[in-house]
C-alpha cells in the first residue's frame, strides 16, 4: 500500500511559476512509476506527465511539453512537478498517482494509487 499527500497549491498569475510535491508514505516508493494527473471543474481527469522509478524516462503531456518537468527524489520519496509559464487553462486540482509496473503510463486505468489533489489556479 502507498499512501501520497500532495502539496504545493497556490494562486498564480499567468506567466508565473509553481512546484507541486507529492511524498509517499508506505511500501518502497522507490520502485513505483509516478504520474500527475489533473482535472479542471466540468471536465476529466487528464495526463500530466509521468516518471520512471528510477528517473531514467519521463514523458508528458503535448499540453505541458517545455513548460512542466517531472522529477522525483527517492530518498525523499518525494515527486515533484514544476510547473512555468502557466497559463489560466492550467487551473484543475493536481493529483499524483502511482503505479507498480516499471514502464510509463498516461492512462488513468493505469494507476492504483492516488492522492487527494492539491489546488492551482492561474489568473488571467
Known amino acids: 500500500q502507498v499512501q501520497l499527500v500532495e502539496s504545493g497549491r497556490g494562486l498564480v498569475q499567468a506567466g508565473g511559476s509553481l512546484r507541486l510535491s507529492c511524498t509517499a508514505s508506505?511500501?518502497?516508493?522507490?520502485?513505483?512509476?509516478m504520474g500527475w494527473f489533473r482535472q479542471a471543474p466540468g471536465k476529466e481527469r487528464e495526463f500530466v506527465a509521468a516518471?520512471?522509478?528510477?528517473?531514467?524516462?519521463?514523458t508528458y503531456a503535448d499540453s505541458v511539453k517545455a513548460r512542466f518537468t517531472i522529477s522525483r527524489d527517492n530518498a525523499k520519496n518525494t515527486v515533484y512537478l514544476q510547473l512555468n509559464s502557466l497559463k489560466p487553462e492550467d487551473t484543475a486540482v493536481y493529483y499524483c498517482a502511482a503505479r507498480a509496473p516499471d514502464f510509463l503510463s498516461t492512462r488513468k486505468d493505469g494507476y492504483g494509487y492516488w492522492g487527494q489533489g492539491t489546488q492551482v489556479t492561474v489568473s488571467s
Open positions: 508506505g511500501r518502497t516508493f522507490s520502485s513505483y512509476t
Open positions: 516518471i520512471h522509478w528510477a528517473g531514467r524516462s519521463t
